[in-house]
T-cell receptor, first 116, second 115 residues
């Protein structure tokens, strides 16, 4: 069975600083995809970034980058130049290629608070 | 284009009552998913529809939960009778395709409180 672990229930960062949100995963499937979602206080889940297990380069989307370390089974999200609007809950998730259907397996989330 | 919408946004019901949650996916999205987050825990998959058919319902907790997607459009998730442990946030998501890198678009969730 696959599992996502997010060990940081809460994080604080100062505005304009960078922050890393940790995510480790466990799966025996060699083909998988890793996702990060943001959930602001309004409730909707917003897709941020995707990394495929066979992708050679780390994914980047604007101020978001994914630090993918396959041997360590980690997929940390790095947010550069934090903004007040980045304050939200962040979820790491995984989808496997075979036997998992098309569902996402999520972690417990990290609550990020950006301070002035 | 309208996103995934869920109704109601909040619901408070007594133990033993029935509640029906509704999800309207993005138009044209054949794939519809239900997930649930119990307080402080991970978001867990409940089931996956492809059009009107249940593709995967391995995450449904028990037979008190009934999901339908009549005509392959909107979906409902009924909890009958509700128990205290059913409290949580119920998310609906939709996607046009299935695939490793397919983005699932989520609604804002329905917060269910059973008292």
């Amino acid at each position: 069975a696959q599992k996502i672990t997010q060990t940081q229930p809460g994080m604080f960062v100062q505005e304009k600083e960078a922050v890393t949100l940790d995510c480790t995963y466990d799966t025996s499937d060699p083909s998988y995809g890793l996702f990060w979602y943001k959930q602001p206080s309004s409730g909707e889940m917003i897709f941020l970034i995707y990394q495929g297990s066979y992708d050679q380069q780390n994914a980047t989307e604007g101020r978001y980058s994914l630090n993918f370390q396959k041997a360590r089974k980690s997929a940390n999200l790095v947010i550069s130049a934090s903004q007040l609007g980045d304050s939200a809950m962040y979820f790491c998730a995984m989808r496997i290629a075979t036997g998992g259907g098309n569902k996402l397996t999520f972690g417990t989330g990290t609550q990020l608070k950006v301070e002035l | 284009e309208a996103g995934v919408t869920q109704f109601p946004s909040h619901s408070v019901i007594e133990k033993g009552q029935t509640v029906t949650l509704r999800c309207d996916p993005i138009s044209g999205h054949d794939n519809l998913y239900w997930y649930r987050r119990v307080m402080g825990k991970e978001i867990k998959f409940l089931l996956h529809f492809v059009k009107e058919s249940k593709q995967d319902e391995s995450g449904m907790p028990n037979n008190r939960f009934l999901a339908e997607r009549t005509g392959g459009t909107y979906s409902t998730l009924k909890v009958q009778p509700a128990e205290l442990e059913d409290s949580g946030v119920y998310f609906c998501a939709s996607s046009q395709d299935v695939g490793m890198n397919t983005e699932a678009f989520f609604g804002q969730g329905t917060r269910l409180t059973v008292v």
